[in-house]
């Protein structure tokens, strides 16, 4: 289960780069906290 959570938590810090890449600031920054909050230990890869 907790390597389904660090995926999808990866995913969702991935997406929102992207998105503040495209200049969507607010919904990158949301994606990312979200993002770090969903990985198994609440931050992601220890940062």
Request: no cysteine; charged share 5%.
């Amino acid at each position: 289960m907790s390597i389904l959570l660090l995926i999808l938590g990866i995913i969702l810090i991935i997406a929102g780069v992207f998105a503040l890449l495209r200049r969507q600031i607010l919904w990158g920054v949301v994606l990312i906290v979200i993002g770090l909050i969903v990985s198994p230990s609440g931050t992601f890869l220890g940062l």
